[in-house]
C-alpha cells in the first residue's frame, strides 16, 4: 500500500534508509561509513524532512503497517543555478529506496509514477533525479523514460563520487493514471 507519509513515520523511514543504503552502495561507498549510519540519527532527519511542507514523501508500507519503501521529493534544488539540468527541471526525486525483498514487485515503479502525479499537482511537470554512479538503477530509470542527462561529482563519506542525472522533461505520461 502507497500512503502519504506523516509525523510518526520518521523511525519506519530511517530503517529503511539505513538497510537500503547498507545493502545498495556496499562497495560504491566506504564501509566504514555504512556501518556508521545511525538508525534514530536519520530518525531526526527523518522528522525534519516531514515537517517541511516542501516535500512530499511517499511510503510503501505492508499490511502490518512497517514501512519497506519511500520516495522523497520536492523543487528542483538547482532550479537556479547553472549546473545540467537545474534549469531545466521543475520538480525532482530526491531519494527513493525499496528494501530488499520489496524490490522487483513494482513498488518502486508506483513510487515514481506517483511522485510524478504529486509534484505536477505542485506545479512541477518535469522533474529530475540524481544516482549515484555505479549502482543499477540507470536501466530503471530508463525503463520509465528517464533520459540520461549527464553527471557531477559530489563528496559522500569525504570521498569524491560520480552522481549521475536522470530527468523527464514533462511528466505527464509517467504520472498518467495515478491520483
Not at 556501518?35 to 515537517?51: E, F, P, Q, V
Amino acid at each position: 500500500m502507497l500512503r502519504t507519509a506523516r509525523l510518526g513515520d520518521e523511525d519506519g523511514l530511517a530503517r529503511v534508509h539505513v538497510d537500503t543504503w547498507r545493502t545498495t552502495y556496499q562497495g560504491l561507498i566506504a564501509q566504514e561509513y555504512l556501518d556508521s549510519m545511525n538508525y534514530d540519527a536519520w530518525a531526526t532527519r527523518w522528522k525534519t524532512s516531514l515537517g517541511d511542507k516542501s516535500n512530499v514523501v511517499i511510503v510503501v508500507e505492508t499490511a502490518q503497517r512497517k514501512i519497506v519503501g519511500f520516495a522523497l521529493g520536492g523543487p528542483n534544488r538547482e532550479r537556479d543555478s547553472n549546473r545540467e539540468g537545474g534549469a531545466t527541471y521543475s520538480g525532482e526525486l530526491y531519494a527513493i529506496y525499496i528494501v530488499k525483498e520489496y524490490q522487483r514487485k513494482g513498488f518502486g515503479r508506483l513510487l515514481i509514477k506517483t511522485m510524478a502525479a504529486r509534484l505536477r499537482n505542485r506545479g512541477f511537470h518535469s522533474m529530475i533525479v540524481w544516482m549515484l554512479g555505479g549502482n543499477q538503477a540507470d536501466k530503471f530509470y530508463e525503463s520509465l523514460g528517464g533520459q540520461k542527462l549527464g553527471s557531477k561529482e559530489v563528496e559522500i563519506a569525504a570521498q569524491s563520487h560520480e552522481v549521475v542525472a536522470y530527468g523527464w522533461l514533462d511528466t505527464t505520461d509517467l504520472a498518467c493514471g495515478v491520483v
